[in-house]
């Protein structure tokens, strides 16, 4: 088999990251694909009802569901969530701790902004004294 360029299929049971309407950033799973355009997905942990939503307003993650039937029921896609534990698996993923962290600095306060920036501008001061240290030996 010849090997693509594209890492990531859309199959049932791949988990997608939903990027657009009143469910953005959550997670949900292709319960079934219905055409080039569209897939049916549900996400029961995560709170995502299911709906027909396109592709081109998700984005696949690396994380599948194997041998996932189509059109799995509700109660058989939530306990094959939690026995894969995908939404623990996808928090230990540097792409949901970059989101993370972005939620983490659009909620700071001026105040929290000026301890950053002292804290940075210290550790930059340990760091190029570290290096001075080292370039003189």
Avoid: C
């Avoid at 939903?18 to 079934?32: H, M, P, R, S, T």
């Avoid at 949901?96 to 105040?111: G, H, S, Y």
């Amino acid at each position: 088999m010849v090997q693509g360029t594209f890492k990531r299929q859309v199959q049932v049971g791949r988990v997608v990251l939903l990027n657009y309407g009143a469910d953005a950033g959550k997670l949900a799973v292709i319960v079934d694909i219905i055409d080039h355009n569209r897939a049916l997905v549900e996400g029961p942990t995560t709170g995502v009802v299911r709906q027909s939503f396109p592709f081109r307003r998700m984005v696949l993650t690396p994380l599948v569901l194997n041998k996932l039937p189509r059109n799995v029921g509700q109660t058989a896609l939530k306990k094959a969530l939690e026995k894969n534990d995908i939404v623990g698996a996808w928090a230990k993923t540097a792409w949901a701790k970059k989101i993370e962290q972005r939620k983490v600095r659009a909620n700071l306060t001026d105040f929290d902004r000026f301890k950053l920036a002292k804290l940075k501008n210290q550790h930059r001061f340990a760091v190029a004294s570290a290096v001075k240290a080292a370039k003189k030996q």
